[in-house]
């Protein structure tokens, strides 16, 4: 029979998760939005609404099938599972759940249900899947978080037992808030607004820069039954914000110049069904196209973007010491190269996403976000309220990198709501996740590096320019590091580095996992690897004679009594590369086809939080008369861990164990301030405060027993039972709240950097060496990559497998900076375009624990976030120069670039 | 998106009547047929398709959702998902690279929805095309102009272009039907036909916005592939910027007949290269009768580009598309291939 009616109301019926349902639904509305908002199953995230990303994966009549690409009525007498429904009835699904906290193969959390609903169909046609089969059967659903290979031990190993039991600092125990994310149970940012929240959409600009004027907005609105709609004129406050003190310039919504690709200049409010059939390409802006600068060289001598910044040059950035060119001329070998990589995009797999309401006299903003009080008190400064008349109360947050510490959805949100007395959610489309928020920094390298005969380092001078697009957002911040990292973690008498950030017209670049170091490193040290060509001498020996120790002067004269661990790192990969290296060999020796295999070397170093400015972390922690012992953490877990690691941290303070620890999350209500998850300080900083926090407490409970530091602490309903020795002691515990309490905070010891920028950046360095294996088919121009070798410092490993997670996802991360991803604006703002790597482009990853202690860290631990992704990309490309002669200059070697350097090398 | 009415015909007739009736009563429809919606809905939610009427195939797998082999054709009914073309033992036997092609084109979960006849029909991944910011694109508004020639085109094509359009056709199963002579059953309101598959597709020309040879309110049902002696050397080589699922920036379907070292019969189409499946006829003419070297392979290699129209960011793909060419036939003359 044919139905035939106009799309709204058709009735689906259709099974979910075992049980009948049937629902009206547009016939063509996705199955994602049908199953989310009809059915109720948010445990179906919505990454791309493209087919791209696969978090959306769900079975239909067993297969898996992305839903964001069926449409509703495809289900007609269909059975539908998703996550929720497979973990809670299925055994393989019910498996999974185990393994997967078992191998922490849930970070963020954003892909897992694609992950775990694609790996049941794949364990139900073959019990012990080989790796190529999990690689198939979960080849569709992209994960930026974890690289992969954790994932594919869980699936494989999804019938296996063995677990770490919970523990305080150094057990490799399953994340504390790992069950939600494997059931199906957590929320994002797009997964926490109250039935009847309108929806927000915003109107942006689709030129690179134009001039605009606004027809009858009203009339419009009217005519489209929507609630309300918002330009710059209904900003209360200041149409400013930023993230750097100085630095505040972009708009919420621009005033009559959009001056990127992306930029909003208006938002629109209404019922989601109303806004689902309107398309917005109709609102009534007039654009009038202006000339724009899209390359730094072109931004210099462009129309300026902000009045005060002559020449487009938002800042510059200095480090020098001794007499770099002297040194260069006196040097026996000095290399030099331009190098230059693109636009890089966070690519995390949850769109920005949350929903305000107004309560009172206040705005609560309800988001996915790393750093909770600087969006307070800048949303604060938009809506022209007192930062304590804003609220902001994190979700989970499904992949960050840097970029959700700028304001995306916030201000918007919160204008209105605030206007209209109803909450309003939004969640960004990917297009305009991709197109509008903060980038890795495209940036152009020129460095001279010179070596003594000896294999030592004479000196280096380089000059690095960023694009830093069209607002500061965090391009100070890349201005600045980048000098005082570029000289890699070796010892430089005489060094010179500057750097300029410019703007264009491109969207703005912020901070991404490492603040523009990963780009330095690029150039710095594929140009140690030709130095040590030009020398004949080992390229990890050439590392090894240069390391910095402790009691050498870093460029910025900075000297440590701790921690300086690089040569440990090293030294961890030597056995490796001397295997890897005859393993090579070998295989060019025998090989006749066009295959030849290459192995790469490369440091990295990044100093842990602020530079030279504090960046201080606060936590509370309090014990109830009912012996409930409550930790406010209000660092933001983006799935690196900081939820388990700082109650680890706080629990091994304490004396109690872990799993006695109820944890109240990030909400700037409840929580004191953490600061911002990023710079790879939480580990370290807000380590640091917990365990204050947990040792004042201690303090509080023994001084209370009068008993010595050794005793063992119990907390129970009513009372503290203290051992010390023999003896026994009894702290009663009464009141309401908390009977004790404890707030501490910790900041790192920094210096200013002076006019040459010398002084003391940054308390805590880590350190990091890894080694790249790969095959080059040097006809195609593609590459294979075999294995990845990654020894990082990390002081003290709180949670080793938490350290293996980080790691193999910043080595993902840093394969694609190497092999694939380049954002260009207007061409690649979706995952198609946008290439990150999938489960298959992801080798087994080698992760060297190297623990050399600190005398700042929590227990000796370091920060480990940025610094593992820092010498993917140049380990990578001094592997293809190792295995084809190829020097990749420009990134990503892509099969066309790599090819193109081949022949360049062969002529 | 815009509403638009929507029928879900229990059988091919009665799909086919029901787009008889939709473009009778408004000959200017936009009716669209909707079958695994995988290119479809996406194309629907970008506004790039805004159809008035949507005509759901989806209770058609029972009718043409086969795959089978007849004795001396494989016969893939058009309805029948790539999964399960790709993953038949008939299928992955007789004819790898058919196999192959549906297998690298795209992740499982889009391989379990996307069926063969729409798999083929895809739509280009010209971002110019696809993201309607871009007001010039003569596939989407005929006579806008087209954005690409001047804009960033590195994915685009350099074979069978023309200054109307130089968008990719996108997929990697059309080429394998293309270099196997498949023959595409259609069925239609007037009754039904049976046209080569290389007559499926149209250059764009200066009609980009024509990009097959259906006539309104048909439907493909059938794909015939004759077996030749070239259907067991068969290969589908796809290069891509990622070595996972990607589209191809060059990719080639090559089938060889060999006695000896003797080429008696070669099939070759290209892919990622042209604005259509791409049969490399010039290719095979210079490899038949030869024996199949190094120096044989790069000579029709080149006779397959000879034409190649490259534009700003897109010359790679010549020497590229060429390479992959020469990789594939040197792989297949080494292939060991069971009796």
């Not at chain 1, 067993?62 to 996550?83: D, F, H, K, M």
């Not at chain 1, 709240?737 to 920028?757: F, H, Q, R």
């Not at chain 1, 190497?818 to 489960?839: Q, V």
């Not at chain 1, 190297?850 to 820092?870: R, S």
Request: hydrophobic content about 40%.
């Amino acid at each position: 029979m044919s139905l035939d009616q106009v799309t709204d109301g058709l009735a689906i019926s259709f099974d979910l998760n075992g049980e009948r349902l049937s629902l009206s639904a547009p016939p063509a509305e996705r199955l994602s939005e049908f199953l989310r908002e009809r059915a109720g199953a948010r445990d179906v995230k919505v990454g791309c609404n493209a087919g791209d990303c696969g978090a959306c994966t769900v079975l239909v009549d067993g297969l898996p099938v992305c839903s964001c690409t069926t449409a509703a009525a495809q289900v007609e007498g269909r059975r539908v599972e998703t996550q929720s429904g497979l973990a809670k009835a299925d055994p393989d699904g019910q498996a999974l759940v185990a393994a997967f906290q078992r191998h922490q193969a849930a970070q963020c959390g954003i892909c897992t249900p694609g992950m775990m609903v694609s790996a049941v169909a794949l364990l139900r046609e073959v019990a012990e899947p080989s790796e190529a089969q999990v690689q198939d059967a979960l080849g569709g659903v992209l994960c930026r978080c974890t690289g992969y290979r954790k994932i594919i031990d869980a699936v494989r190993d999804a019938k296996g037992s063995a677990s770490v039991a919970p523990g305080g600092v150094g057990t490799a125990m399953a994340r504390v808030d790992g069950l939600p994310k494997v059931t199906g149970t957590e929320a994002f940012g797009d997964d926490v607004a109250p039935a009847g929240a309108l929806t927000l959409r915003v109107i942006r600009s689709p030129h690179h820069r134009a001039a605009f004027t606004f027809g009858d907005i009203e009339a419009w609105r009217a005519a489209n039954g929507l609630d309300l709609v918002l330009t710059a004129a209904d900003v209360p406050g200041v149409n400013r914000f930023g993230v750097i003190p100085g630095f505040e310039d972009q708009p919420v919504m621009a005033e009559g110049e959009a001056k990127f690709r992306g930029e909003a200049v208006a938002a629109v409010v209404g019922a989601g069904e109303r806004l689902a059939m309107l398309d917005l390409a109709d609102f009534p802006v007039r654009w009038t196209p202006l000339p724009h600068a899209l390359t730094p060289e072109e931004g210099l001598t462009a129309a300026l973007l902000h009045e005060e910044r002559a020449g487009n040059i938002m800042c510059r950035g200095l480090v020098q010491r001794g007499d770099a060119e002297a040194a260069l001329a006196g040097a026996a070998h000095v290399v030099e190269g331009d190098f230059s990589t693109g636009f890089i995009e966070h690519g995390y797999i949850e769109p920005e996403a949350g929903f305000a309401e107004r309560v009172g006299d206040r705005i609560e903003v309800h988001c996915c976000t790393q750093a909770p009080y600087m969006n307070r008190d800048a949303v604060a400064k938009v809506m022209g309220l007192a930062p304590e008349g804003v609220r902001i109360v994190p979700t989970a947050v499904g992949g960050g990198f840097g970029s959700k510490l700028d304001l995306t959805t916030q201000p918007f949100l919160a204008l209105a709501a605030w206007k209209l007395g109803r909450p309003v959610r939004m969640a960004f489309t990917r297009t305009e996740s991709i197109s509008s928020s903060t980038k890795r920094h495209p940036s152009q390298v020129t460095m001279r590096l010179g070596v003594n005969a000896d294999g030592t380092l004479a000196g280096a001078d380089f000059f690095g320019t960023f694009n830093t697009g069209a607002y500061a957002s965090w391009g100070p911040t890349v201005a600045n590091r980048v000098p005082i990292h570029a000289s890699g973690p070796y010892r430089f008498a005489d060094y010179r580095a500057r750097s300029v950030a410019v703007h264009t017209n491109c969207t703005p670049s912020g901070a991404f996992r490492g603040f523009g170091v990963p780009q330095s490193a690029v150039a710095q040290e594929q140009l140690l690897d030709m130095a040590a060509e030009a020398l004949g001498l080992d390229k990890l020996e050439i590392r090894r004679r240069n390391a910095l120790t402790n009691g050498d002067e870093t460029v910025t004269g900075q000297v440590f009594d701790t921690g300086m661990g690089i040569l440990d790192c090293l030294d961890a990969l030597k056995p490796h590369w001397d295997r890897a290296k005859a393993e090579a060999a070998a295989f060019n020796a025998a090989a006749i086809g066009t295959k030849r295999r290459g192995i790469g070397v490369a440091s990295g170093w990044y100093g842990c939080g602020n530079t030279s400015m504090s960046n201080p972390s606060t936590i509370r922690a309090g014990i109830t008369a009912d012996g409930r012992i409550v930790l406010h953490q209000g660092a933001v877990d983006i799935g690196q861990g900081s939820n388990t690691v700082i109650s680890q941290i706080f629990a091994t303070a304490l004396g109690v164990p872990v799993e006695r620890i109820e944890r109240v999350s990030p909400d700037t209500d409840l929580t004191p301030d953490a600061g911002k998850t990023s710079a790879s300080r939480q580990t370290f900083i807000t380590g640091n405060a917990a365990r204050l926090c947990g040792e004042a407490l201690r303090a509080q409970v023994l001084r209370l027993g009068n008993v010595s530091e050794a005793a063992v602490i119990e907390i129970t309903p009513g009372a503290i039972r203290l051992t010390d020795g023999g003896a026994e002691r009894v702290v009663p515990l009464s009141g309401e709240g908390y009977a004790l309490e404890a707030t501490e905070s910790y900041d790192p010891p920094t210096k200013p950097l002076d006019e040459n920028g010398q002084g003391d950046p940054y308390a805590v360095f880590g350190t990091t060496a890894q080694m790249a294996e790969l095959e080059v088919d040097t006809a195609l121009g593609t590459v294979k990559l075999l294995k990845i070798t990654a020894a990082h410092d990390v002081g003290k490993a709180i949670n080793p497998l938490l350290v293996e997670g980080q790691v193999e996802g910043g080595v993902a991360q840093g394969i694609g900076l190497a092999l694939m991803e380049e954002f260009l604006p207007g061409r690649t703002e979706n995952l198609h375009d946008y290439l990150i790597p999938t489960i298959g482009d992801v080798p087994p990853v080698d992760t060297l624990i190297v623990e050399t202690g600190d005398m700042h860290g929590p227990y000796g631990a370091k920060g480990l976030g940025e610094h593992c992704l820092i010498p993917t990309a140049p380990a990578i490309l001094n592997a293809i120069a190792d295995a084809c002669g190829a020097r990749v200059h420009h990134l990503p070697a892509t099969p066309a670039t790599v090819r193109a350097a081949i022949l360049a090398a062969a002529t | 998106m815009r509403p638009f009415h929507y029928s879900r015909p229990s059988s091919l007739a009665e799909a086919l009547i029901d787009m008889r009736d939709a473009l009778a009563a408004e000959p200017n429809s936009s009716a669209a047929f909707l079958a695994g919606g995988t290119t479809q809905l996406d194309l629907m939610k970008l506004e790039v398709s805004r159809p008035d009427r949507l005509v759901d195939l989806n209770a058609l797998r029972g009718e043409a959702g086969h795959i089978r082999w007849d004795g001396t054709s494989l016969r893939l009914g058009a309805f029948a998902r790539m999964a399960e073309a790709a993953d038949h033992p008939d299928v992955r036997a007789r004819a790898p690279m058919i196999a192959q092609s549906l297998s690298l084109a795209a992740s499982a979960q889009l391989r379990n929805m996307a069926t063969l006849g729409g798999n083929v029909l895809q739509r280009t991944r010209c971002a110019y095309f696809r993201d309607t910011s871009w007001s010039a694109c003569n596939k989407r508004v005929p006579g806008s102009g087209c954005a690409a020639l001047d804009g960033v085109n590195r994915a685009h094509a350099v074979l069978g272009t023309s200054d109307h359009c130089i968008a990719t056709y996108p997929g990697d199963f059309a080429q394998a039907l293309l270099a196997l002579d498949a023959s595409v059953v259609i069925a239609g309101p007037g009754g039904g036909r049976t046209i080569p598959f290389a007559r499926l597709h149209r250059a764009p020309g200066t009609t980009p916005h024509l990009e097959t040879s259906l006539r309104p309110g048909e439907i493909i049902a059938e794909f015939i592939v004759p077996a030749g002696g070239w259907f067991r050397r068969s290969l589908y080589l796809k290069v891509r910027d990622r070595q996972s699922y990607e589209f191809a920036v060059a990719s080639a379907a090559v089938a060889l007949d060999l006695e000896g070292d003797t080429v008696r019969e070669a099939r070759v189409a290209l892919g990622g290269v042209a604005t259509v499946p791409w049969r490399a006829r010039e290719a095979e003419a210079l490899l038949r009768g030869r024996k199949l070297t190094e120096e044989a392979a790069r000579a029709a290699a080149q006779a397959a580009f000879t034409e190649a129209a490259p534009h700003a960011h897109n010359a790679f793909k010549v020497e590229l598309g060429q390479e992959t060419l020469v990789r594939a036939l040197l792989q297949l003359a080494t292939m060991e291939t069971p009796r």
